[in-house]
Nanobody, 123 residues
Framework: QVQLVESGGGSVQAGGSLRLSCAASGRTFSRYAMGWFRQAPGKEREFVAAISWSGGRAYYPDSVKGRFAISRDNAKNTVYLQMINLKPEDTAVYYC????????????????WGQGTQVTVSS
């Protein structure tokens, strides 16, 4: 069992920045690949970022490449999502995800989900 708790969401103007955090508890954090997804109203859940167990590899869709950066601190059992140059289309609920066996780049690979944190970007 892994519990994930996101924080750091909020409201910003376009072009602003936010840093999301996801604190994990339960099983050994370093055993899990970690990721972030987001879901906007009326849309399917979308992959945003993933990072390997060691933190040495990261993955992003084209929609956020160059603007979002995922990182992890295994000593703190925490994964981060640094977001810069935010756009209104980034508005969504952002979910932290943990995967023990497969890369958390699709939702079917995710073993545990956080509760979500709202990010709102205004024009």
């Amino acid at each position: 069992q892994v519990q994930l708790v996101e924080s750091g969401g909020g409201s910003v103007q376009a072009g602003g920045s936010l840093r999301l955090s996801c604190a994990a508890s339960g099983r050994t954090f370093s055993r899990y690949a970690m990721g972030w997804f987001r879901q906007a109203p009326g849309k399917e859940r979308e992959f945003v970022a993933a990072i390997s167990w060691s933190g040495g590899r990261a993955y992003y869709p084209d929609s956020v490449k160059g603007r979002f950066a995922i990182s992890r601190d295994n000593a703190k059992n925490t994964v981060y999502l640094q977001m810069i140059n935010l756009k209104p289309e980034d508005t969504a609920v952002y979910y932290c995800a943990a995967a023990g066996a497969s890369a958390p780049t699709i939702d079917t690979n995710v073993d545990y989900w956080g509760q979500g944190t709202q990010v709102t970007v205004s024009s």
